[in-house]
């Protein structure tokens, strides 16, 4: 079975600031990671994802991930945080299986910026 | 272009109350996803369906039906509603089979049962 931990579920950064969102993941076949943002009172939009093309995966808003198979990481980054970033970030893991493709979610992690 | 669209946006029900939940798509996608978000639990799937007519169990599907009787709605349904299901609930829809398919999600149902 697939699985996504999410170390820390609150970041605070200041506004220019690196961001670093952790994911690990656990999978017994190559897995499929996703990165998906929830802003506040709205439904999940798609951040970048991985599907094994490359590596390293640059998504929307300056965004982009490393996935990492000998540290099984899919970490988050941005080099300089907005005050638009604030939101919450979810990781998820994907395998396929008889009937579509199930993603499994990670806890998530709130990131705050501040001024 | 709508997308995945929702209804309704939020609604409070009394302990054994029912209801559905509307979910619509304009994407012509085939496979459809249901979700309850709690705190500190991230995403949990509820039922899915791989194409109109057919419906499947996912992670937490007790106290929950479903029905896709058109290709672009997904119903989910509360027979007698519990407090433990007091909860967001997020549709979702994919195009193709594939696990790196992404997932359209809809803005959410946020239901309180007292």
């Known amino acids: 079975a697939q699985s996504v931990t999410q170390l820390g579920s609150h970041v605070s950064v200041s506004e220019g600031a690196l961001v670093l969102l952790r994911c690990n993941y656990s999978s017994s076949v190559p897995p499929y990671l996703f990165w998906y943002v929830q802003y506040p009172n709205q439904g999940l939009q798609l951040l970048l994802k991985?599907?094994?093309?490359?590596?390293l995966v640059k998504g929307i808003n300056g965004f982009e991930a490393e996935f990492k198979k000998s540290e099984t990481s899919f970490h988050l980054t941005k080099p300089s945080a907005h005050m638009s970033d604030a939101a919450e970030y979810f990781c998820a893991v994907s395998v396929h299986t008889g009937g579509g493709n199930k993603l499994t979610f990670g806890t998530g992690t709130q990131l705050k910026v501040e001024l | 272009n709508a997308g995945v669209t929702q209804t309704p946006k939020f609604r409070v029900l009394k302990t054994g109350q029912s209801m559905t939940l509307l979910c619509a798509q304009d994407m012509n996608h085939e496979y459809m996803y249901w979700y309850r978000q709690d705190p500190g639990m991230g995403l949990r799937l509820i039922h899915y369906?791989?194409?109109?007519?057919?419906?499947a169990k996912g992670e937490v599907p007790d106290g929950y039906n479903v029905s896709r009787l058109k290709k672009q709605n997904f119903l989910l349904g509360l027979e007698s509603a519990a407090p433990s299901q007091t909860s967001v609930y997020f549709c979702?829809?994919?195009?193709?089979?594939?696990?790196?398919?992404?997932?359209?999600f809809g803005p959410g149902t946020r239901l309180l049962v007292l």
């Open positions: 991985y599907t094994s093309a490359a590596t």
């Open positions: 979702a829809s994919s195009y193709l089979r594939g696990p790196q398919e992404t997932q359209y």
């Open positions: 369906s791989v194409g109109e007519g057919t419906t």
